[in-house]
């Protein structure tokens, strides 16, 4: 199949009223799991690269490798840049081939946060770049309260932003966080729903390991089109990685944990995507 756009992955999950499983890429291995799950599902997938995971691994080497690997998937590929607050590094990322990037202009005032993605989506349009937006703060479930209303996404500032700034999705603070929640997330689905019948544009759950699976079908059915996860897919390598390793004191065991670690991954990708696809 291809590199697609983010649009075209929206509107698959649209047609379909379902969601596009957006899992982060931490390395190699991770990225390969992606597109083999969605391979396997037979759905398209957004592979997306967190500002700091690009930072390490370089904009030019990361663009070059998702490219080929999306190049010769079966299945649609999305390739994104996750929660960049650096407008001139999104723009460089667009330039550079990205299918779509986060700005995270949610720690900005409304006014601030609103100009600035307005300016990114005119740029990143010529480009051939989508943008996905943020309002209302998603922070962290280790240290930030997720269940804080006045951190939450304000329905009516959403349509105002959807409508003013042309971005191709929004993501939504609904009581969502990153990370391992400490208590059981408590979705704000009245608040959730409000905001898509005044924005009308696809929604971003970010936060996505964690949510049970029933609060996932009510978001889907509400309007949420993507769905992000990370800290997921970091604990399947993980305990891949301490299993194999554990047994290898001379440290030669690192290939086959390399790929079981991705296997696990695939496992874990292949049981969102079946969940957000509401097969
Ligand atoms: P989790 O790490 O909590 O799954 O969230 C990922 C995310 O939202 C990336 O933007």
Redesign the pocket.
């Known amino acids: 199949m291809s590199i697609a756009s983010l649009t075209d992955a929206l509107q698959w999950a649209e047609r379909r009223n379902c969601a596009v499983g ?1 899992f ?1 890429v931490w390395n190699w291995e991770s990225a390969m799991a992606i597109i083999e799950g969605a391979e396997e599902e037979g759905v398209p997938v957004i592979a ?1 690269v ?1 500002a700091g995971v690009l930072e390490r691994m370089g904009l030019e080497e990361s663009v070059s490798f998702l490219r080929a690997a999306a190049q010769k998937a079966a299945v649609p590929v999305v390739i994104h840049l ?2 960049s607050s650096d407008e001139h590094k999104a723009i460089q990322c667009a330039a550079a081939g990205f299918s779509s990037v ?1 700005y995270d202009g949610s720690q900005l005032p409304f006014d601030e946060n609103l100009d600035k993605t307005k300016e990114l989506v005119e740029k990143a349009s010529i480009l051939d770049c989508d943008v996905e937006g943020e309002l209302g703060q ?1 922070g962290s ?1 280790a240290t930030d309260d997720y269940f804080d209303p006045a951190a939450m996404t304000v329905p009516g500032d959403a349509a105002e932003f959807a409508a003013r700034s042309g971005v191709t999705a929004l993501a939504v603070a609904i009581g969502n ?4 929640y400490r208590e059981e997330p408590h979705l704000d689905f009245p608040r959730l729903e409000e905001i898509r019948n005044r924005s009308g544009v696809p929604l971003v759950l ?5 949510i049970p699976d029933r609060d996932i079908r009510r978001a889907i059915a509400l309007g949420v089109r993507k769905i ?5 897919i970091v604990l399947a390598m993980q305990r891949a990685f301490a299993e194999q390793m554990r047994g290898s004191p001379d440290g030669w065991n690192f290939l086959e944990a390399s790929t079981a670690a991705r296997k696990e991954v695939k496992t874990v990708v292949r049981n969102r995507i079946s969940l957000f696809a509401m097969k």
């Open positions: 957006a982060n997306m967190y996750d929660h986060m998603v479930a966080a990153h990370g391992l970010h936060g996505g390991t964690g992000n996860v990370g800290t997921e």
